[in-house]
């Protein structure tokens, strides 16, 4: 059984027992099939799909059972941080260039999606609609997947950082002075500032909390809708910055 730190996110006593007896972490993808400084992760139902930013840099995808490691891009800009996956496309976000691409899941060529960005970062794909942070831009926008033009979510930003989307609402981190977690209703309207942060924050919806860790300070949650903010426990050492859930826990 290995050992981990969780946080339960529902009240499945069972499933959680169940989880915590898994076997050792296994290896899908490493040095030893060419994998070169992998970052940015995303999953559908039977893939992973990840950024690499060495070697010249790549696009690749493995199955999440191990075997099948596949290469859809080479040559990515050398801050191809963050990358997410509809049912057809991988698109990721090219800090240093500006830039959004995407290639089929399937294999074939990548396009240059949107152009002309400040400092893209993260980046999230739901119900047919793209999200981004621009982080020099300092605003938040969205392109439908078959739109031909992006639009500004907000505008007038510190530095936006974190994202993430869920049926009611887009949240974001930005280096304002104190650092803030920030709510807008996806169909727009008033800002509403969730918690002040600490930088270098993960964003997760999930169990109808907003979930998220912070660099050399807390892993936090709070209603997707607001207060009461809740400090679950300190992070240890000097990480902390990624988070992911699945299933009753958050890790």
């Known amino acids: 059984m ?10 499945l006593a069972l499933l959680a027992l169940l989880g915590a007896c898994r076997p050792r972490p296994a290896v899908l993808a490493g040095p030893h099939d060419g994998v070169r400084h992998p970052y940015g992760l995303a999953a559908d139902a039977t893939r992973l799909y990840w950024t ?9 995808s493995c199955l999440k059972s191990g075997g099948g490691l596949v290469t859809l891009v080479r040559g990515v800009a050398r801050y191809a941080y963050f990358c997410a996956v509809d049912d ?3 698109y990721w976000t090219e800090f240093d260039t500006g830039r959004v691409r995407r290639v089929p899941k399937a294999g074939g060529p990548e396009e240059v999606w949107e152009r002309g960005l400040g400092g893209p970062g993260q980046i999230v794909v739901r119900e047919g609609t793209v999200w981004w942070v621009e982080y020099t831009g300092n605003r938040v926008r969205s392109r439908g ?12 930003l510190r530095g936006p950082q974190a994202l993430a989307v869920d049926g009611d609402a887009v949240y974001w981190t930005e280096f304002s ?19 002040t942060v600490k930088p ?11 979930w ?7 892993v936090r949650r709070c209603p997707a809708a607001g207060v009461p903010v809740t400090n679950l426990a300190p992070v240890g050492g000097n990480g902390g910055a990624f988070a992911a859930s699945g299933g009753d826990w958050f890790y």
């Open 177 to 195: 002075d104190p650092p803030r977690l920030v709510r807008v209703p996806r169909p727009g309207g008033r800002r509403v500032v969730l918690a």
């Open 2 to 11: 290995a050992s981990r730190q969780g946080f339960r996110t529902g009240p």
């Open 52 to 60: 690499e930013r060495e070697a010249g840099g790549a696009i690749r």
């Open 145 to 156: 997947v078959t739109a031909r033009h992006a639009v500004t979510i907000a505008s007038g």
């Open 200 to 210: 270098e924050c993960w964003l997760v919806p999930a169990g109808g909390d907003l």
């Open 212 to 218: 998220w860790t912070e660099t050399k300070g807390m």
């Open 88 to 90: 057809t496309h991988v």
